[in-house]
């Protein structure tokens, strides 16, 4: 992927482990190529903890010096739901919490994709067409319903960023 330019929209995900770094490749594949120079992932930070560290001490910064990055975490909720998401946005300043959103499965991408029996890569396609195509039939997932309110936010400030022409 090549760099985005960062004083343009853009988005950085931050990616907890290899199974969410195989749903963020599959949702890729959806996105409109053009526009997939405007989305950065990160390496994968090796756990939620991680993830939370590598936004408070990389991405904060960044995100003061350029207004219009939106951050992303994928991490898996290990079954702590709310709280977990507490603990995510707990050091998001008040004046970026519009640009910082956290998605996950509920315990972790590998239960899902024994539930769906598709690979995390065919399941982040999925979730990306449901995107594209104002549909919810893999968000509604039980495992996957609880990030219902960050997708209808991003999705306000990103929907074209990522999927319209």
């Known amino acids: 992927m090549t760099a985005s330019n960062r004083y343009r929209p853009h988005i950085v995900v931050l990616i907890e482990d290899d199974a969410d770094r195989d749903l963020f490749n599959g949702f890729m594949l959806e996105v ?5 120079r405007q989305i950065h992932p990160e390496p994968v930070s090796g756990g939620w903890p991680n993830v939370r560290a590598d936004f408070i001490c990389k ?3 960044q995100m003061k010096q350029y207004a219009d990055q939106i951050t992303v975490m994928l991490i898996d909720f290990d079954n702590q739901g709310d709280r977990r998401l507490d ?5 998001v300043p008040e004046s970026m919490a519009d640009r910082v959103f956290v998605f996950g499965t509920r315990k972790d ?7 769906l029996n598709m690979s995390c890569e065919a399941i982040g396609s999925a979730l990306a067409r ?3 195509d104002a549909t919810d039939t893999m968000w509604s997932h039980a495992l996957l319903a609880h990030n219902k309110e960050e997708l209808v936010r991003l999705k306000q400030v990103a929907h074209t960023m990522l999927f319209d022409a």
């Open 59 to 61: 991405q904060l910064p």
């Open 32 to 36: 409109d190529w053009r526009k997939s």
């Open 87 to 91: 603990d995510m946005r707990r050091d």
């Open 130 to 132: 449901d995107c594209r």
């Open 109 to 115: 991408p590998q239960e899902l994709a024994a539930a």
